[in-house]
């Protein structure tokens, strides 16, 4: 990826942004909530697929995203998705958590939650507003990814600076549920 990124002209590289600029968002993956997945592993292409042996195990605090034919994912056939095994219970709690950032009414005072709700920046459908990054529909396990890396200090450059209050008080639980939630959602 260095190598062909360095080779290209800047106007080469304004086409490339122009083109998938262009592209509606389309949905990609299926959540479904549930208590057991099948058993997995780290296969071709570092993509986790199911064994066949039909065996399942509890999903525990874990996302496991799954090719829906595993045959065409090794393909890297572009039309065919992933399903997204999340744990039960985590949709809801991250819908709380995004649309209110915690905030809640104690003897009729409002106190301040442990983040801050996504839309604000994000747009109320979490499909994006202005520079700030659309959401919804993407890989929970991508979404994880980086409120962890903001978190922790991995994801750098000058716009992390208005996430970073919003992932300071969140557990690997809450990124979780989040993630469940934004990507249950239509893009
Ligand atoms: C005050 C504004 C603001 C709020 C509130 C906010 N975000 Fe963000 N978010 C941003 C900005 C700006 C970026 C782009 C950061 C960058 O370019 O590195 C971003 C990036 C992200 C990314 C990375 C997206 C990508 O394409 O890699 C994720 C994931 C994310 N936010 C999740 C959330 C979640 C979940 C919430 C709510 C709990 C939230 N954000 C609330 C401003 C905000």
């Not at 942004?17 to 997995?40: C, G, H, Q």
């Not at 709700?117 to 980086?146: D, E």
Request: glycine fraction near 10%; proline fraction near 6%; aromatic fraction near 6%.
């Amino acid at each position: 990826m260095i190598a062909l990124a360095k080779a290209a002209t800047e106007e080469e590289m304004r086409t490339a942004a122009d083109y998938y600029a262009s592209l509606k968002p389309k949905p990609w993956l299926r959540i479904v909530e549930t208590d057991t997945v099948p058993t997995t592993f780290v296969g071709p292409g570092n993509m986790r697929f199911a064994t066949t042996d039909g065996k399942k195990e509890p999903i525990g605090q874990r996302i496991i995203e799954l090719p829906e034919d595993a045959e065409k994912a090794e393909l890297r056939d572009g039309h065919s998705g992933f399903v997204a095994w999340v744990p039960t219970g985590s949709i809801a709690k991250g819908e709380e958590l995004a649309t209110t950032g915690g905030d809640h009414v104690v003897n009729g005072k409002i106190v301040k939650g442990k983040t801050v709700a996504c839309g604000i920046c994000h747009g109320p459908q979490l499909k994006g507003l202005g520079n700030v990054p659309a959401l919804a529909g993407r890989s929970p396990i991508y979404l994880v990814r980086q409120l962890y890396d903001f978190k922790h200090g991995a994801r750098t450059g000058k716009e992390i600076a208005l996430m970073v209050p919003v992932v300071v008080g969140l557990t690997q639980d809450d990124m979780l549920n989040l993630a469940a939630y934004i990507s249950s959602r239509t893009p």
